[in-house]
């Protein structure tokens, strides 16, 4: 796929994506498995993110563990390689799914999260952010606080344990994010999923 070209890759790419949601678990898991090797040898791949991440991380939600390890492992892949060149185009899918009604979705999407902010070499604690701009570092900072106090015991503790890991002074950090926090907490009291 990689050296057939744009057209080639863009009709291949197509089936990949509907053969990624298949009823069946290995065609599912097979073809998901083609996206970790094409992120890593095509080089155009970085402008596919927006149309290909949100069906990875979607991944995460099914119901065969082969199914979720390897969309956990396309979404590391697109981390390590597209993260400090293409920020936005990683956060804005991992962090709507950090509030998916599937629970482990919300714990798989927060370690992302953890693993994004580390590639950008912990962006999310400076005053001034090199990678992503000050809005997106506040609302990164607010989804993770919040997630601390999930109703799943198993979510809330792999999220106080990477807020932990990332924030020293933590008054400090909720006073600049006050206003994010709020608004995104408000945001999930209307939500009618009761878990969330």
């Known amino acids: 796929m990689s050296v057939h070209g744009v057209k080639f890759f863009e009709e291949t790419i197509k089936i990949i994506v509907v053969k990624s949601q298949d009823q ?24 596919y993110l927006p149309k290909l991440l949100p069906i990875m991380i979607q991944g995460l939600s099914d119901d065969v563990e082969d199914v979720r390890k390897i969309s ?3 979404v590391k892949i697109c981390i390590k390689l597209f993260g400090r060149i293409a920020p936005n185009q990683l956060v804005d899918p991992i962090m709507e799914m950090m509030f998916h009604k599937d629970f482990r979705v919300r714990q798989s999407s927060s370690v992302l999260m953890y693993q994004l902010v580390k590639e950008l070499e912990n962006d999310v604690i400076k005053l001034q952010p090199k990678y992503v701009s000050i809005e997106t570092k506040n609302d990164i900072l607010a989804c993770m606080f919040i997630l601390k106090y999930d109703i799943i015991e ?10 932990k890991n990332i924030i020293d002074n933590q008054l400090k ?5 006050i206003d994010v926090l709020t608004a995104k907490i408000f945001g999930l009291i209307q939500n009618d999923n009761l878990e969330l």
């Open 24 to 47: 069946v678990s290995y065609i599912r898991e097979s073809y998901r498995s083609v996206m970790v090797f094409l992120a890593t040898c095509y080089d155009q791949f970085v402008k």
């Open 173 to 177: 950090v909720l006073k600049t994010i």
């Open 72 to 74: 956990m492992r396309n």
């Open 154 to 163: 198993r979510v809330a503790t792999q999220a106080a344990q990477i807020w």
